[in-house]
């Protein structure tokens, strides 16, 4: 007799679970075309709401409360980023991470104030914002109650090069991201609840095929899934909008590599959520309460610089929001893996709880 192979039924379990997928329509509307939808809308019509980010110099006066700074700092729009040496403020304003960057000088003489500013071409459209308004800001400030000729404020303003940003580099990997998160949560437990309750693993037990091998099965299944859809979407927004990769086929093996680590960590939810659950009815709920909080607050379709600074705090904690930040820096700046290893240790931190989590709450019965 041919020798059991614990190996071969594990990719037999893989081969079975893929083609489950490709029958489910939930699957590919959730991985596939929701995504697709989404980058076709947002790379049309620009995003949602404006943010201008523009760095503070650190010889930037600050001190008074009724000065300039604290002027600009009232505009709505305009987010102003303080905690940047000033080598990462020109760095990041050539990449378009930055708008533009300020530094405002108070002198005792006219003009008593002096604004020097720097845009950057990798921000035309919100750098014409930005300059449109600091215009509006200071021709009311020397013409209302100006008796002298000289101007009470001085606009010094400048442009340095760099790669355009176009939104579509910003809601792809968000995207991308989105379609993980829906396969492994969503897929992970409506799958092994699905195993459970018709007694198809109590089947398996009957068999020589090890435990594991069941987890690895579906895992694998869901893996060549999610690249094959990572990949449908990175070449949609390459050859159709213009989406960046900056060291071509290098960049995407490191996106494909990053959307495994994702992957992996979100089938951890999934896992819990299967585990707790007692019937298909309570998944959705459940998966939602996981899902919603990261496709709303991890930058996916918005950046996080948009939220308040108390929301910023929570959206700083959820996976998908470094997950989201390393698909960004490895497509559009061309960081390697190891460029992006704060986000693979918080990936790597929240690996860890979670299948902590999963070991304990994981039923097989």
């Known amino acids: 007799m041919k020798k059991y192979s614990n190996t071969r039924a594990t990719l037999a379990i893989a081969v079975a679970s893929f083609r489950s997928i490709m029958r489910s329509p939930s699957a590919v509307v959730f991985s596939l075309a929701f995504p697709l939808i989404f980058i076709i809308v947002?790379?049309?019509?620009?995003?949602?709401?404006?943010?201008?980010?523009?760095?503070?110099?650190?010889?930037?006066?600050?001190?008074?409360?009724?000065?300039?700074?604290?002027?600009?700092?009232?505009?709505?729009?305009?987010?102003?980023?303080?905690?940047?040496?000033?080598a990462e403020m020109a760095q990041n304003l050539k990449k378009g991470d930055l708008d533009a960057i300020m530094d405002i000088q108070?002198?005792?003489?006219?003009?008593?104030?002096?604004?020097?500013?720097?845009?950057?071409?990798?921000?035309a459209q919100k750098d014409g914002i930005l300059s449109s308004l600091l215009d509006g800001m200071f021709f009311q400030i020397n013409s209302k109650g100006n008796t002298v000729r000289?101007?009470?404020?001085?606009?010094?303003?400048?442009?340095?090069?760099?790669?355009?940003?176009?939104?579509?580099?910003?809601?792809?990997p968000g995207m991308l991201g989105f379609s993980l998160l829906s396969s492994g949560v969503f897929g992970t437990a409506f799958v092994f609840l699905s195993l459970r309750l018709t007694?198809?693993?109590?089947?398996?037990f009957a068999t020589p095929v090890k435990r594991y091998s069941i987890v690895i099965g579906e895992g694998l299944a869901r893996l060549v899934f999610s690249w094959i859809g990572a990949l449908f979407i990175i070449t949609v927004g390459y050859y159709f909008f213009g989406f960046t990769l900056v060291h071509g086929l290098t960049t995407v093996v490191n996106m494909l590599i990053l959307s495994a680590?994702?992957?992996?960590?979100?089938?951890?939810?999934?896992?819990?959520i299967s585990g707790i659950a007692k019937n298909e009815s309570t998944i959705p709920p459940l998966s939602n309460i996981v899902t919603l909080p990261q496709f709303l607050l991890s930058g996916t379709f918005f950046a996080t610089t948009a939220f308040p600074s108390w929301l910023r705090g929570l959206a700083d904690i959820l996976p998908l929001t470094y997950l989201n930040h390393a698909m960004r820096q490895v497509a559009f700046e061309g960081a390697g893996l190891g460029g992006v290893t704060h986000d693979l240790l918080i990936l790597g931190i929240w690996f860890i709880i979670i299948y902590a989590v999963a070991v304990k709450t994981f039923k097989w019965e």
């Open 42 to 86: 947002f790379a049309n019509i620009g995003g949602g709401a404006i943010s201008v980010d523009v760095g503070v110099a650190k010889t930037c006066d600050t001190s008074r409360a009724d000065s300039l700074y604290q002027a600009i700092k009232q505009i709505s729009i305009i987010h102003l980023e303080k905690n940047q040496s000033a």
């Open 199 to 204: 007694l198809v693993i109590k089947r398996f």
């Open 106 to 123: 108070k002198h005792s003489t006219p003009p008593y104030y002096t604004l020097d500013i720097k845009y950057t071409t990798a921000s």
């Open 261 to 272: 680590f994702g992957l992996i960590i979100f089938m951890g939810f999934g896992f819990i």
């Open 150 to 172: 000289q101007p009470i404020a001085e606009l010094k303003e400048a442009t340095v090069q760099g790669r355009a940003y176009k939104y579509i580099d910003f809601i792809l």
